[in-house]
């Protein structure tokens, strides 16, 4: 949730923000309005106790004729405190409510707008030129029997699938060579649970705008994760932090789920777009002033990653109305498809500011040793999706894949053949 103070400072660079990503300013007044309600009624409450507790001491010092009358104002006087703290705590929810209705302020720079609104900050590469006609990753996975979405289907339902063989080599591969690249660049290497509270998923910002796109197990109130970026969270929920020398990096390598509510229609050949699949995802506990030189950091380690698997890609500034209420500045390197003539998203890295440690209570302590709220980002390292790129663009003439330098230890081969 935003800063309080932020707000009553900048109301109108926050209304600014509400605007870029498309969404109502007037939620700005509103919790200003609630901010105010709230601190009238913690000094009502505050005052009510505190002539409640003087009239204890009177009562201590009265006379056996006073006290009756001084009793029964008492009395009084209590009912209008508990009066009062029923009313402190109803503002409480009510702000609560108000505050984290409100998006992450987005950072000056980003472009204003929606999904299309991106501006592109960089192309690297030549996208491939064929002298044959190119197949789709789809008929590319079922002409190697490496991918198997009709059985993925018949045992699961749409958008599940299989992946066989070098297919499933293919995705450790490329899933152990993100957790390398990782643990080499300081991160600590974590396989976390996939099923959390509802705290934290709340506290993530993943049950506001991303609500619809969550599986929750009602009989346990447990919520599946749709990126390791919710349990890395939640983590330290609660904890003060030692950042004193320097940032703490997880690396989380999970299982991933998404209802992909919405988006029937869109993307259903293949594995673009699926119900299930696996990632690895950098997740970082910083101090604020430290987020945006982070924030580049993960950018180039996912740049690294894409090197790695020698596909053209490009990196783009995500628009505000994209950029999911959480982050307040996001970078995405999108990979050129040739069957789609167009790029797509591969890897995306979010600065989230204090927005998610203030809901989450993760602090740390200054040079001066007083708590203050931490700033966490996130990043794609490889998931299961990168095997579209890969597929798609190392295609040979004969059907077969060539299979990039780096992965080659891994998977065991150098080319995926018929």
């Given at each position: 949730?935003?800063?309080?103070?932020?707000?009553?400072?900048?109301?109108?660079?926050?209304?600014?923000?509400?605007?870029?990503?498309?969404?109502?300013?007037?939620?700005?007044?509103?919790?200003?309005?609630?901010?105010?309600?709230?601190?009238?009624?913690?000094a009502t409450a505050?005052?009510?106790?505190?002539?409640?507790?003087?009239?204890?001491?009177?009562?201590?010092?009265?006379?056996?004729?006073?006290?009756?009358?001084?009793?029964?104002?008492?009395?009084?006087?209590?009912?209008?405190?508990?009066?009062?703290?029923?009313?402190?705590?109803?503002?409480?929810?009510?702000?609560?409510?108000?505050?984290?209705?409100?998006?992450?302020?987005?950072?000056?720079?980003?472009?204003?707008?929606?999904?299309?609104?991106?501006?592109?900050?960089?192309?690297?590469?030549?996208?491939?030129?064929?002298?044959?006609?190119?197949?789709?990753?789809?008929?590319?996975?079922?002409?190697?029997?490496?991918?198997?979405?009709?059985?993925?289907?018949?045992?699961?339902?749409?958008?599940?699938?299989?992946?066989?063989?070098?297919?499933?080599?293919?995705?450790?591969?490329?899933?152990?060579?993100?957790?390398?690249?990782?643990?080499?660049?300081?991160?600590?290497?974590?396989?976390?649970?996939?099923?959390?509270?509802?705290?934290?998923?709340?506290?993530?910002?993943?049950?506001?705008?991303?609500?619809?796109?969550?599986?929750?197990?009602e009989e346990d109130?447990?919520?599946?994760?749709?990126?390791?970026?919710?349990?890395?969270?939640?983590?330290?929920?609660?904890?003060?932090?030692?950042?004193?020398?320097?940032?703490?990096?997880?690396?989380?390598?999970?299982?991933?789920?998404?209802?992909?509510?919405?988006?029937?229609?869109?993307?259903?050949?293949?594995?673009?777009?699926?119900?299930?699949?696996?990632?690895?995802?950098?997740?970082?506990?910083?101090?604020?002033?430290?987020?945006?030189?982070?924030?580049?950091?993960?950018?180039?380690?996912?740049?690294?990653m894409l090197a790695?698997?020698?596909?053209?890609?490009?990196?783009?500034?995500?628009?505000?109305?994209?950029?999911?209420?959480?982050?307040?500045?996001?970078?995405?390197?999108?990979?050129?498809?040739?069957?789609?003539?167009?790029?797509?998203?591969?890897?995306?890295?979010?600065?989230?500011?204090?927005?998610?440690?203030?809901?989450?209570?993760?602090?740390?302590?200054?040079?001066?040793?007083?708590?203050?709220?931490?700033?966490?980002?996130?990043?794609?390292?490889?998931?299961?999706?990168?095997?579209?790129?890969?597929?798609?663009?190392?295609?040979?003439?004969?059907?077969?894949?060539?299979?990039?330098?780096?992965?080659?230890?891994?998977?065991?081969?150098?080319?995926?053949?018929?």
């Amino acid at each position: 949730m935003i800063d309080l103070r932020f707000l009553r400072e900048n109301p109108e660079a926050v209304r600014a923000s509400q605007r870029t990503r498309g969404e109502d300013p007037a939620l700005v007044d509103a919790l200003l309005e609630a901010d105010a309600a709230r601190r009238a009624a913690v000094a009502t409450a505050d005052n009510l106790r505190a002539e409640h507790k003087a009239m204890g001491k009177v009562i201590g010092k009265a006379s056996k004729e006073e006290r009756p009358a001084l009793l029964a104002a008492a009395t009084d006087m209590s009912a209008k405190v508990k009066e009062a703290e029923l009313a402190e705590g109803a503002a409480d929810a009510e702000l609560d409510a108000a505050q984290r209705a409100i998006s992450n302020v987005v950072q000056d720079g980003a472009p204003a707008g929606g999904e299309d609104d991106y501006v592109v900050l960089e192309t690297v590469g030549t996208p491939p030129v064929f002298d044959f006609e190119p197949k789709d990753h789809l008929e590319l996975g079922e002409s190697l029997h490496i991918i198997d979405m009709e059985r993925g289907a018949k045992v699961s339902g749409s958008r599940f699938y299989f992946l066989t063989g070098y297919g499933a080599l293919l995705q450790m591969g490329l899933l152990q060579l993100a957790a390398q690249k990782a643990v080499a660049n300081g991160f600590t290497m974590m396989i976390p649970p996939v099923l959390v509270r509802p705290e934290i998923m709340a506290g993530t910002g993943f049950l506001g705008q991303h609500s619809a796109e969550v599986y929750h197990l009602e009989e346990d109130d447990l919520y599946l994760v749709g990126t390791s970026e919710v349990p890395l969270a939640g983590y330290h929920s609660g904890e003060i932090l030692d950042l004193s020398a320097g940032p703490k990096r997880y690396a989380g390598w999970s299982s991933c789920f998404r209802r992909e509510a919405g988006s029937y229609g869109k993307d259903t050949r293949g594995i673009i777009r699926v119900h299930q699949f696996d990632k690895v995802e950098m997740f970082v506990y910083t101090t604020p002033d430290q987020a945006d030189a982070e924030h580049q950091r993960l950018l180039a380690w996912e740049r690294e990653m894409l090197a790695a698997i020698e596909v053209p890609y490009r990196v783009i500034d995500v628009a505000g109305g994209d950029l999911g209420s959480s982050a307040a500045r996001k970078f995405d390197c999108e990979a050129w498809v040739p069957t789609q003539q167009t790029y797509r998203e591969l890897t995306s890295t979010s600065n989230c500011t204090t927005f998610q440690a203030r809901r989450l209570s993760v602090r740390y302590r200054d040079e001066n040793g007083k708590p203050q709220v931490a700033a966490t980002l996130n990043g794609t390292l490889a998931t299961t999706r990168w095997i579209v790129a890969i597929l798609e663009n190392h295609q040979q003439a004969d059907g077969s894949v060539r299979v990039p330098a780096a992965l080659v230890p891994f998977v065991g081969t150098e080319v995926l053949k018929p």
